[in-house]
């Protein structure tokens, strides 16, 4: 199993980006995102069930990032909108057949369940 992530790059604050990350070897019931900036934990961003009908967010992320995936392709992409100095990180792509969270106080916290990760691909942003 790879997971190869592409598309980081230097974007201005407010700006867009889209990252996309390609599997090989099987389909996964879920496909995530995670990031780690510099100085801190590698952090969950966004999930997404097998079917796309299911999502889940880091409430940061709410309303700028959704994802999306093409099971025919192996595929799910990022789309990162109105982005802050603050999305900066190394953003990877991850995969597993359970997602395991929990939601307190209508946040979602994610706890466990992706076994494959990919290399990373940097995100830049500038003001």
């Known amino acids: 199993v790879q997971l190869q992530a592409s598309g980081g790059g230097l974007v201005q604050v407010g700006g867009s980006l889209r990252l996309s990350c390609a599997a090989s070897?099987?389909?996964?019931?879920?496909l995530a995102w995670f990031r780690k900036a510099p100085g801190k934990e590698r952090e969950f961003v966004i999930a997404?069930?097998?079917?796309?009908?299911?999502?889940k967010y880091a409430d940061s992320v709410k309303g700028r990032f959704t994802i999306s995936r093409d099971n025919a392709k192996n595929t799910v992409d990022l789309q990162m909108n109105s982005l802050k100095s603050e999305d900066t990180g190394v953003y990877y792509c991850?995969?597993?057949?359970?997602?395991?969270?929990?939601?307190?106080?209508?946040?979602?916290?994610?706890?466990?369940?992706?076994?494959?990760w990919g290399k990373g691909t940097l995100v830049t942003v500038s003001s």
């Open positions: 991850a995969a597993g057949d359970r997602l395991i969270g929990e939601i307190i106080s209508g946040s979602y916290y994610y706890r466990d369940g992706m076994d494959y």
């Open positions: 997404i069930s097998r079917s796309g009908n299911i999502t």
């Open positions: 070897g099987r389909t996964f019931n879920n």
